[in-house]
């Protein structure tokens, strides 16, 4: 095509022009690249961190310390939804740690290792010890074992809130990674809970589960309070307990998209403003090929080609761009609990791609309308 061939030597004459709208394009989608992986990987972080290792939608008694019945029918109603990964019955219980001069309250959880394994991953963060659960066992939470200079092996005597005594062996020593559910959580054996709370077989204090994501909990915990089995009891989930997680996870979303925006915006006056100068440099030839037969549209489509050529190799440089830092700061962090991972996704990154090559095209139309008010005979005659 004609307008390709002649955009494309408009862009071999003025490379350092060129190389310059191309830098630009490339700033703005590596940022976009590398700030949207960053929100995007900070929020799975912080979800992870708050929430990856508790009950995301939790079925309960109506009356605090009632217990549920985990009957077969709301084992299907459980079943029956494909968003929930698993589900974990549990028996809760408070306990005060009697360590003679000084004391500490617990909240002891209740179950089998290999269903509470599922939701808190002892196994993975258990640091001294081991993940076992006999009805005669513990895992206490490493800031409490800090405090009170307790290890695997150790016993724990613990006051019942119905003021009877129990001692039990620390099989080990977990770290869920927030201080204060490691110093105020402890895991018990199912036996242990149930003869504590005097409950039958069946009986739990609550039915915690998780949800492939985290985000769908409020629709997965309105659809389990839709379902008869549920009738009489309380479902709540983690997004109504955590407004102000929320609401910060929203304001960053918030201020990475305005970054981002504001960013674009600027790339796209630049390439504009740059388009429209070349395009007033180039009247002369323009003119000379409106003059041979070339009509406006065509002319016009050479500031199309030139945003597109621009906008493809500028955007797949800005990729690559945003890639690398996410790698250089990836790499950074290996090994730091000061940062984390950063996981680029790849519906994202197309998605900055074809954003970036957009806003190049879009730049051109004003270069484009300036082409289509050159008349031919007005500049061969100021030549």
């Given at each position: 095509?004609?307008?390709?061939?002649?955009?494309?030597?408009?862009?071999?004459?003025?490379p350092g022009q060129t190389i310059l709208l191309m830098a630009g394009i490339a700033v703005g989608i590596g940022v976009q690249v590398f700030l949207g992986s960053l929100i995007t990987s900070l929020q799975a972080s912080l979800v992870e961190e708050t929430i990856g290792t508790s009950s995301q939608v939790t079925?309960?008694?109506?009356?605090?310390g009632s217990p549920v019945a985990f009957t077969s029918q709301r084992r299907a109603a459980l079943a029956a939804q494909p968003q929930i990964t698993t589900v974990v019955p549990v028996r809760t219980l408070s306990a005060i740690y009697d360590a003679g001069a000084e004391s500490a309250p617990l909240g002891l959880i209740g179950g089998e290792i290999q269903a509470l394994d599922t939701i808190y991953r002892l196994d993975e963060n258990v640091t001294q010890g081991a993940a076992t659960l006999a009805d005669d066992e513990v895992m206490i939470g490493r800031?409490?074992?800090q405090r009170f200079t307790l290890a695997p092996g150790d016993q724990l005597a613990l006051v019942l809130a119905d003021g009877k005594e129990a001692v039990l062996r620390i099989s080990g020593v977990f770290d869920l990674g927030v201080a204060d559910v490691n110093e105020r959580t402890?895991?018990?054996?199912?036996?242990?809970?149930?003869?504590?709370?005097?409950?039958?077989?069946?009986?739990?204090?609550?039915?915690q589960t998780q949800v492939d994501d985290p985000f769908a909990s409020a629709d997965v915990a309105a659809a389990l309070r839709g379902e008869a089995a549920f009738d009489a009891l309380t479902v709540t989930d983690w997004q109504a307990q955590?407004?102000?997680?929320?609401?910060?996870?929203?304001?960053?979303?918030?201020?990475?998209?305005?970054i981002q925006v504001f960013v674009l915006i600027a790339v796209a006056l630049g390439i504009a403003s740059t388009l429209a100068i070349s395009a007033v440099q180039k009247t002369r030839q323009i003119g000379i090929l409106k003059a041979m037969g070339m009509p406006d549209g065509r002319a016009g489509l050479i500031f199309f080609w030139q945003a597109g050529i621009i906008g493809v190799l500028g955007a797949a440089a800005g990729v690559?761009?945003?890639?690398?830092?996410?790698?250089?700061?990836?790499?950074?962090?290996?090994?730091?609990?000061?940062?984390?991972?950063?996981?680029?996704?790849?519906?994202?990154?197309v998605?900055?791609?074809?954003?970036?090559?957009?806003?190049?095209?879009?730049?051109?139309?004003?270069?484009?309308?300036?082409?289509?008010?050159?008349?031919?005979?007005?500049?061969?005659?100021?030549?």
């Open positions: 095509m004609l307008s390709l061939r002649v955009a494309a030597r408009f862009l071999r004459r003025s079925v309960s008694a109506e009356k605090e800031e409490l074992a402890a895991f018990v054996g199912s036996g242990f809970a149930r003869e504590a709370l005097g409950f039958k077989a069946d009986e739990y204090t609550a039915i955590n407004a102000d997680l929320l609401s910060a996870l929203r304001s960053q979303s918030l201020s990475s998209y305005m690559g761009a945003g890639l690398a830092l996410i790698g250089v700061f990836s790499l950074a962090g290996r090994g730091s609990d000061a940062l984390f991972p950063i996981t680029p996704q790849v519906a994202f990154v998605i900055s791609f074809v954003v970036g090559v957009t806003v190049a095209l879009l730049s051109s139309l004003i270069p484009i309308r300036r082409t289509s008010r050159v008349d031919p005979i007005e500049v061969i005659q100021s030549q």
